[in-house]
């Protein structure tokens, strides 16, 4: 009797520990959540949780409407010829971030200004979020840091 509700006790303690364990990490990977202000300060990008991946869009740019200042500018550099019309505002940027307990990584960033898509991984420190787009390996890329919009 004894051996069986020991046994039930250190079987409780280790799936609260792994259900603790869990829940933290997924309550840090949410910390990437919010608005980010680009390295050029040209641009604010919110990045939202969909099911357990993390995506980002583009809020807010320097030169993201026509004339009228309310008509959003189209994704013209795209190399897609099928998304050139698509609006530069709400345009997702950032796609598929997985994390896995100290970078967000496995998505891609596209670039609106040269219309392209590359790999890409995501490291917070503090208020600093860097992003690393790369094509291949990412020895073979660019970081730039995003600030928090407060």
Do not use: H
Not at 19 to 42: H, Y
Not at 83 to 111: A, C, H, P, Q
């Amino acid at each position: 009797m004894k051996n069986t509700a020991l046994k039930k006790t250190v079987l409780s303690m280790i799936f609260l520990f792994l259900s603790s364990t869990f829940l933290l990490a997924q309550s840090n990977g949410d910390k990437i959540l919010g608005v980010w202000l680009s390295e050029k300060q040209d641009g604010k990008i919110e990045i939202y949780k969909s099911g357990d991946k993390y995506f980002g869009k583009l809020i807010w740019g320097k030169d993201m409407y026509e004339k009228d200042g309310v008509t959003s500018k189209k994704d013209v550099n795209n190399t897609n010829k099928n998304l050139k019309t698509r609006n530069l505002k709400n345009l997702i940027m950032l796609t598929d971030f997985v994390f896995d307990g100290t970078t967000w990584g496995e998505g891609n960033i596209y670039d609106p200004q040269a219309g392209k898509t590359y790999s890409c991984i995501m490291k917070l420190k503090g208020n600093i979020l860097n992003i690393r787009g790369y094509v291949g390996l990412s020895l073979f890329g660019r970081t730039s840091e995003w600030t928090r919009v407060k």
